[in-house]
């Protein structure tokens, strides 16, 4: 139980373009959702919260209107780069939350290796 | 400020031998403390979680921790290494109730079990 796809596992795409990354929890509801960047060698980053037909809540400093996030439904939630630059390229993960109030549980997809040439 | 961390970059051990990946913690409040880990390029895998009650929690793939409040530390066990338990290792610390859901990752330690 608990498992979270992601798809595409890996994007190459030219400067310019937007890259849509898709989320789904496969066999449970999630309200919250999570995106998440990581460089090499480095922790997660966290970009954003997804909630469920509200709008993401963005961290300190990452562009909301570069990084779009929907969350149309409890199983979908998607991040779509816009106008991707080379310094976009990074593992982007998502996680999705599971468990009641105060004692959720992230489950985490497999992340998507996004590389703008 | 409240933040998590794992003093070791990495960490080597011979395989079964018992294993130690150290987490402490700084937080305001009685924090939920959790372990992932990752093989490369995939996503990150639950291992285990405290939230209340026994302080030695076990988990997955035979690791456990051990959570030490006096000490604010949440360390992660296993009694003999694998050679298949090489991977990257998270700690991770969530604050009860809070409404975001957030959790902070410590900045990870490698884990290299040698033959």
């Known amino acids: 139980g608990a498992v979270v796809s992601q798809h595409p596992s890996r994007v190459i795409c030219k400067s310019g373009t937007s890259v849509k990354i898709e989320c789904r929890s496969l066999?449970?509801?999630?309200?919250?959702m999570f995106w998440y960047r990581q460089f090499p060698k480095q922790s997660l980053m966290l970009m954003a919260t997804?909630?469920?037909?509200?709008?993401?809540?963005?961290e300190q400093g990452v562009e909301k209107d570069k990084f779009l996030i929907n969350h149309a439904s409890l199983t979908l939630s998607t991040l779509t780069v816009t106008s991707a630059h080379p310094e976009d390229s990074s593992f982007y993960i998502c996680?999705?939350?599971?468990?009641?109030?105060?004692?959720?549980?992230?489950?985490f997809g497999p992340g998507t290796r996004l590389l703008v040439l | 400020a409240q933040s998590v961390a794992q003093p070791e970059d990495q960490v080597n051990v011979a395989e079964g031998n018992p294993l130690t990946v150290k987490c402490t913690y700084s937080?305001?409040?009685?924090?939920?403390l959790f372990w992932y880990v990752q093989y490369p390029n995939r996503g990150l895998q639950f291992l285990l979680k405290y939230i209340t009650g026994d302080n030695l929690v076990k988990g997955s793939y035979g690791f456990e921790a051990e959570f030490n409040k006096s000490q604010t530390s949440f360390h992660l066990k296993k009694p003999s290494a694998l050679v298949s338990d090489s991977a990257l290792y998270f700690c991770a610390v969530r604050f009860p109730y809070s409404s975001a859901s957030k959790i902070i990752f410590g900045s990870g330690t490698r884990l290299s079990i040698r033959p």
């Open positions: 996680s999705a939350s599971l468990g009641g109030l105060g004692v959720e549980t992230q489950y």
């Open positions: 997804s909630n469920e037909g509200s709008k993401a809540t963005y």
């Open positions: 066999d449970f509801q999630a309200t919250t």
């Open positions: 937080v305001s409040g009685n924090p939920y």
